[in-house]
């Protein structure tokens, strides 16, 4: 695949995050950190793409990047009432994510290294949250699922973020020599992206106009 195929693939977050910047004034406030996270999404993916255009690395840039992903998630969960009255639950896990981020760029030599092994903590964790959050949607939602917005967000953040800590453990093993390999790994990402990426944007649409506890007990 090539560099600009693979940047018009990645730059396909564009399409959910017009659509949310056209929506945001009409649409229920607890979809925000969902919002915010589709705006920073394609702001930094069109920022890698010219610097690693330009032959600089990325690494820096996506670093931050995962920090605040991580971050604006967790927050989305809560917004869902994930957490219910219990904030500190919530706090803790930001706390440890800053924590777990700060650690291993201390450890691996700061922000010029990727941060995979923050990267496969974090993923791991918003994959079984999310798990547990269709889990409750399936059980309390009459609705059909593929019109319902936290369920379609909840199945794109499984799909992305557990081939996300995939490749990172890849990374890790050194499975990634192989340069066969590392190309067909990151050709199939690119379409897991896509996916992903249209998948939020028909979530986009399906966002409620007024505030609906969809989570509720």
Do not use: H
């Amino acid at each position: 695949m090539t560099f600009e195929l693979n940047a018009a693939l990645s730059l396909s977050i564009g399409i959910a995050a017009v659509i949310s910047w056209v929506r945001i004034k009409k649409t229920d406030p607890a979809y925000l950190p969902f919002f915010i996270l589709l705006w920073l999404g394609f702001t930094t993916e069109i920022v890698s793409i010219l610097l690693m255009k330009k032959g600089y690395s990325n690494a820096v840039l996506y670093n931050f990047f995962s920090l605040f992903e991580a971050v604006v998630v967790i927050w989305q969960f809560k917004k869902w009432r994930l957490f219910g009255n219990k904030a500190k639950v919530y706090y803790l896990f930001q706390g440890l994510f800053f924590i777990g981020w700060v650690t291993e760029l201390a450890l691996r030599g700061g922000l010029n290294q990727f941060s995979s092994y923050f990267i496969i903590a974090y993923s791991t964790v918003i994959v079984f949250i999310a798990i547990g959050i269709i889990n409750g949607v399936i059980f309390k939602e009459s609705s059909p699922l593929l019109l319902n917005p936290v369920f379609l967000i909840c199945m794109g953040l499984i799909i992305y973020f557990t081939y996300m800590a995939l490749i990172e453990i890849f990374w890790l093993y050194g499975l990634n020599r192989s340069s066969a390999f590392r190309i067909r790994v990151y050709d199939i990402f690119a379409f897991i992206n896509l996916f992903t990426n249209l998948l939020f944007a028909f979530a986009t649409l399906w966002i409620p106009m007024k505030r609906q506890y969809l989570l509720q007990s």
